[in-house]
């Protein structure tokens, strides 16, 4: 079965600090990983996917994520936080091409000025 | 920029009413899903839609869910006789045959079973 595990559903960081945003998944076979990021009252946002090409994974906004067969992660980060990055984030799995997604609980990401 | 509409952005209906939840997809797109969030919850599939039939459903997409392409424009989710535990917010998705991992999301429907 698939699962998306997000460790942190709140996290805060000063602003210009790293951002790290924790992701990891079970898988029966070899995933797409996705990011995805959600502003208040509006729809969810592609980040950035990972689909069997380069491990290391550049995004919008300054994002990045690496996915780690051996450790079955994908963690999201930022070298420095802007206050327009607080959001929910979300994590998503899916298997195959046109499938479902499998989410994440979210992680509400606070920038402290 | 092309973006996926759904409206009501808020529907309020009583317990055992019919609601139907309409999205529009980007207009060449040819995969369209919805998923729910339940207030505090992660986001959950429900179903995927692809040349004008399911594609794939989830356990909780039971005989009170369906969804239909009426035209060439909407994509609607019908609840036949809403429950309590309904209440949610609704997201509306849809894909392209050239990329279809990459799913774009409408900003949903919140809703609310009184």
């Known amino acids: 079965a698939q699962s998306v595990t997000q460790l942190g559903s709140h996290v805060s960081v000063s602003e210009g600090a790293l951002v790290l945003l924790r992701c990891n998944y079970s898988s029966s076979v070899p995933p797409y990983l996705f990011w995805y990021v959600q502003y208040p009252n509006q729809g969810l946002q592609l980040l950035l996917k990972y689909t069997s090409a380069a491990t290391l994974v550049k995004g919008i906004n300054g994002f990045e994520a690496e996915f780690k067969k051996s450790e079955t992660s994908f963690h999201l980060t930022k070298p420095s936080a802007h206050m327009s990055d607080a959001a929910e984030y979300f994590c998503a799995v899916s298997l195959s091409t046109g499938n479902q997604f499998y989410f994440g609980t979210g992680t509400s990401l606070t920038v402290i000025p | 920029e092309p973006e996926v509409t759904q409206t009501p952005s808020h529907q309020v209906t009583q317990m055992g009413q019919e609601v139907i939840l309409r999205c529009v997809p980007i207009?060449?797109?040819?995969?369209f899903y919805w998923y729910r969030q339940i207030l505090g919850q992660k986001v959950e599939f429900l179903v995927s839609f692809y040349n004008n039939e399911i594609s794939e459903k989830s356990e909780i997409f039971d005989d009170q869910f369906s969804v239909e392409r009426p035209d060439g424009s909407n994509f609607t989710l019908k609840i036949r006789s809403t429950k309590l535990e309904d209440s949610a917010m609704y997201f509306c998705?849809?894909?392209?045959?050239?990329?279809?991992?990459?799913?774009?999301f409408g900003p949903g429907t919140r809703l609310t079973v009184l």
């Open positions: 998705a849809s894909s392209d045959w050239s990329d279809p991992n990459e799913q774009f």
């Open positions: 207009s060449n797109h040819l995969y």
